[in-house]
């Protein structure tokens, strides 16, 4: 494990910053490092407990000689056998003993753990999962509380949220005086701190006294004096003596004479906007939903869904197989770079010249009967940390089309995965919501008759709660169509 990842390093520049947040496949990557990093520490571990195990072996032989000593102390160094026994003991032993403890554990894991350093995850990657989080919560209507005890969108996940972890997202909310939300992940830490891990903390640098002061804090900042007194006044009495939280406990006592407390009523979550309702499934059932088996050289019968005829969006089945879309995946997960317009989502372009995509193109055009020719290039995505794309549409507008010479008449989104919770596209204005399926095709036209941009078309890919979504997109060319004289109106 250690030469793949120290190959990982060589074949990166020095000052090559990693991406992890913006997809799953990158976030993979972190298992093995967390996995060399866990060794490496358990190795230092084990030469620390030989250490102090040799230690402890020679006190235990030291400590019944010294209290024979300490009785009869004239009796004892009276005989010269004793005696010279302690003064060898006194001038040879303890000098080595010296060396001994001066010797430094563990220089070679210490190596490796700096060696490694550059592939640790970023402030940039820590931002990018806490704006996946959020995301979670808002599209969700999740609370602090339900992402930190593991319940998203109604179903309780087995994992929550560490002191620790509550401690750094109240932290980071501080920093950027959204007080409020810090205030509740504090909260939050404070509830779920472990007196019995408090040596482990200490390494990490979280104590309770920062805990308590910047609650403290963050309770001031919305005037809420006699609350932040409250939390101080808690903390006094588990730390009576520490001066930090008597000389705060001063300061709120003053200033609570001069500031009345205010009265900060929690406000209930919003109604779900159109976007957040597709999000989580409260879009209305279409009774009038046509399905239908269509036949093509490649499958016998191929199962379609017309999910609404105008505009016209359509749903196939078992487009593409599980081999298929192992061998897309792969080609992406070697090839990702971060997508400019996705915050939490890397993508690539797919080759046209693979004979997969050949085959592919053929069994779509006959699957649509749409040609596929001088369109844009596939482009394999996949999604991270809450990953999500916000409300957008496909085609150009004018001024656009008119420097590309070509607009997108259809986009054919294939689902390369299938995902536990969230991912759907939702298109809000005719409330359509498709839940990602491993090898369907989602095929929608966006213009309309007239080759003008239909609004309606507009979609959203809602952010991933959990699981690993990989979708492969095309756009087909209207020029082509009309060009080709294969454009057929699918109504």
């Known amino acids: 494990m250690l030469l793949v990842l120290l190959f990982y390093i060589c074949a990166c520049s020095a000052d090559q910053e990693y991406d992890y947040s913006s997809a799953v496949d990158?976030?993979?990557?972190?298992?093995?490092?967390?996995?060399?990093?866990?060794?490496?520490?358990?190795?230092?571990?084990?030469k620390m407990e030989a250490k102090l195990s040799t230690i402890r072996r020679a006190l235990s032989k030291m400590r019944p000689v010294l209290e024979s000593a300490e009785t009869q102390q004239e009796l004892f160094v009276g005989n010269p056998l004793r005696a010279y026994s302690l003064l060898r003991q006194l001038h040879h032993d303890w000098p080595n003993w010296?060396?001994?403890?001066?010797?430094?554990?563990?220089?070679?894991?210490?190596?490796?753990?700096?060696?490694?350093?550059?592939?640790?995850?970023?402030?940039?990657?820590?931002?990018?999962?806490?704006i996946g989080l959020e995301q979670i919560r808002d599209m969700y209507g999740q609370t602090e509380r339900d992402l930190a005890s593991g319940l998203l969108h109604g179903q309780q996940h087995n994992v929550q949220l560490s002191s620790m972890d509550c401690w750094s997202l109240g932290r980071y909310y501080f920093h950027r005086k959204r007080y409020v939300v810090a205030t509740v992940w504090l909260g939050l830490a404070a509830d779920r701190y472990n007196v019995s891990k408090e040596d482990v903390y200490a390494v990490q640098g979280f104590h309770r006294v920062e805990l308590c002061q910047l609650q403290a804090a963050s309770l001031m900042r919305q005037n809420r004096n006699e609350d932040a007194l409250t939390v101080?006044?808690?903390?006094?009495?588990?730390?009576?003596?520490?001066?930090?939280?008597?000389?705060?406990h001063s300061r709120l006592q003053n200033r609570?004479?001069?500031?009345?407390?205010?009265?900060?009523?929690?406000?209930?979550l919003p109604p779900a906007d159109d976007v957040q309702r597709g999000c989580r499934g409260q879009y209305l059932w279409k009774t009038k939903l046509n399905c239908r088996y269509t036949w093509t050289p490649f499958y016998e019968r191929l199962k379609m869904e017309e999910l609404t005829l105008d505009p016209y969006i359509a749903l196939y089945h078992d487009v593409v197989s599980a081999k298929e879309m192992t061998m897309l995946q792969n080609y992406g997960r070697m090839n990702l770079t971060q997508d400019a317009q996705r915050l939490l989502a890397k993508h690539c372009p797919l080759p046209e010249a693979i004979p997969l995509v050949q085959s592919l193109h053929t069994r779509l055009e006959?699957?649509?009967?749409?040609?596929?020719?001088?369109?844009?290039?596939w482009l394999i995505t996949n999604y991270g940390i809450g990953g999500f794309f916000g409300l957008h549409k496909d085609y150009f507008d004018e001024i656009e089309e008119a420097l590309r010479g070509d607009n997108r008449l259809v986009t054919i989104q294939i689902y390369l995965s299938n995902v536990s919770q969230g991912g759907y596209t939702v298109f809000p204005h005719v409330e359509v919501a498709v839940k990602p399926q491993a090898g369907a095709a989602l095929v929608f036209y966006n213009l309309l008759d007239s080759l003008v941009g239909d609004s309606r078309t507009q979609h959203h890919a809602c952010p991933v709660i959990d699981g690993d979504k990989w979708i492969a997109t095309k756009w087909l060319s209207a020029k082509e169509q009309l060009v080709s004289k294969s454009w057929k109106c699918q109504l």
């Open 232 to 248: 101080i006044n808690a903390a006094l009495e588990i730390l009576p003596w520490d001066m930090r939280l008597q000389s705060l």
């Open 26 to 46: 990158s976030l993979v990557e972190l298992i093995p490092l967390q996995r060399y990093y866990y060794g490496n520490l358990s190795a230092f571990a084990d």
């Open 366 to 377: 006959h699957m649509t009967g749409l040609s596929l020719n001088n369109s844009e290039g």
């Open 256 to 268: 609570w004479l001069v500031r009345p407390r205010l009265e900060f009523a929690e406000e209930p």
């Open 98 to 130: 010296l060396d001994f403890v001066e010797q430094p554990i563990g220089a070679v894991e210490v190596k490796h753990f700096r060696s490694l350093e550059l592939m640790l995850p970023n402030q940039t990657d820590m931002a990018n999962a806490v």
